[in-house]
T-cell receptor
Framework: DVKVTQSSRYLVKRTGEKVFLECVQD?????MFWYRQDPGLGLRLIYF???????EKGDIPEGYSVSREKKERFSLILESASTNQTSMYLC??????????FGQGTRLTVV | AQTVTQSQPEMSVQEAETVTLSCTYD???????LFWYKQPPSRQMILVIR??????QNATENRFSVNFQKAAKSFSLKISDSQLGDAAMYFC???????????FGTGTSLTVIP
């Protein structure tokens, strides 16, 4: 079974903190994604990566950055967390074909 | 740009009955994939069913089936013999065959009434 693991299920951070969300996949997938999920808005793509050290902006990259130093790991970084970044964050991976596989999600609260 | 529209934010169904969730999409491509994902409350998003656009036959997975109308750009999900465990958020998604990105709808929250 494909496994996509996110480092935390729940996270509470203070405004202005630098926040790291980690995601690891074990299927040698080329593509990895970070989505933000908010009620009524569905899944919005923040960034994706199609290879090591390669990244592309999604629909809502402002306030976020990413890092992919190894194929299996894709990190989302909130440089200075703000309350409007309180949300559910979903990591996913996929091969060049077919479906995406998702992690369990990280519910981030910024206070 | 590709867009995926789910026009039913909420749906409900009686246990053992059948329900159909709607999805439409916009694309100029001819070769692509369509997906339905299920996200139970506080649980991981999982794939329910996948359709490849070049296949005319509608995909089926046990109680789940799709009605794929390529010309109409419609991709609805039918759940037969609904069970309590089917209660979840359902997302429709699109991916170009040669692309990396997935495009998701805003989701339909399905309630199953005992």
């Amino acid at each position: 079974d494909v496994k996509v693991t996110q480092s935390s299920r729940y996270l509470v951070k203070r405004t202005g903190e630098k926040v790291f969300l980690e995601c690891v996949q074990d299927m040698d997938h080329e593509n990895m994604f970070w989505y933000r999920q908010d009620p009524g808005l569905g899944l919005r793509l923040i960034y994706f990566s199609y290879d090591v050290k390669m990244k592309e902006k999604g629909d809502i990259p402002e306030g976020y950055s990413v890092s992919r130093e190894k194929k299996e790991r894709f990190s989302l970084i909130l440089e200075s967390a703000s309350t409007n970044q309180t949300s559910m964050y979903l990591c996913a991976s996929s091969s060049r074909q077919f479906q995406a596989f998702f992690g369990q999600g990280t519910r981030l609260t910024v206070v | 740009a590709q867009t995926v529209t789910q026009s039913q934010p909420e749906m409900s169904v009686q246990e053992a009955e059948t329900v159909t969730l709607s999805c439409t999409y916009d694309t100029s491509e001819s070769d692509y994939y369509l997906f339905w994902y299920k996200q139970p409350p506080s649980r991981q998003m999982i794939l329910v069913i996948r359709q490849e656009a070049y296949k005319q036959q509608n995909a089926t997975e046990n109680r789940f089936s799709v009605n794929f109308q390529k010309a109409a750009k419609s991709f609805s999900l039918k759940i037969s013999d609904s069970q309590l465990g089917d209660a979840a958020m359902y997302f429709c998604a699109y991916r170009r065959r040669t692309g990396n990105q997935f495009y998701f709808g805003t989701g339909t929250s399905l309630t199953v009434i005992p």
